[in-house]
């Protein structure tokens, strides 16, 4: 555990031990819950921001039929290209459906898509600075290689089961 995690830890027990034992309402806490709640949005904001600005460009200037010749199930490195066009982009699961559909609907292959998708929400460059203050770059490296390698695995197993 960081030193960080421990050190946040410490606080909040702290301060809700002070709360318990003074009967602080929530309507007296939230002072204190928004602060606390902007301090961390400040801390991600700006590599959220990046992150959305890199999806936003590769929407915006990779060619149109890119990703249907690219990804095709003819091509064997279909899937680790979708898995590498999938980091740098920063959504949730819900907003990335309707792109893997789109993809699906066009001629993607469904495990090359499924993992674009998985790579989009479980590989993201702001996931990764959100993990750096409680993991080491270290143990970082191995989960997103450990995550990459199974996500590529299950595209493949995807593109030859369906």
Do not use: C
Request: charged letters at 15%.
């Amino acid at each position: 555990m960081s030193d960080w995690v421990k050190n946040m830890q410490t606080s909040s027990d702290a301060e809700t031990a002070k709360w318990e034992a003074e009967k602080v309402t929530f309507i007296h806490r939230l002072p204190g819950i928004i602060r606390d709640s902007w301090g961390i949005v400040k801390g991600v904001l700006l590599y959220v921001i990046i992150g959305i600005a890199i999806g936003g460009a590769i929407h915006g200037y990779v060619p149109e039929g890119f990703f249907q010749e690219y990804m095709s199930k003819s091509s064997w490195f279909a899937v680790p290209l979708s898995v590498v066009l999938g980091v740098p982009m920063y959504a949730n699961a819900a907003g990335i459906v309707p792109v893997v559909e789109v993809f699906v609907a066009k001629g993607v292959p469904i495990g090359t898509a499924l993992a674009f998708m998985m790579a989009v929400v479980g590989l993201s460059l702001p996931e990764a600075t959100l993990l750096k203050k409680v993991m080491t770059w270290r143990l970082i490296g191995i989960f997103f290689g450990t995550i990459t390698l199974f996500i590529i695995l299950l595209g493949y197993l995807y593109n030859i089961v369906l």
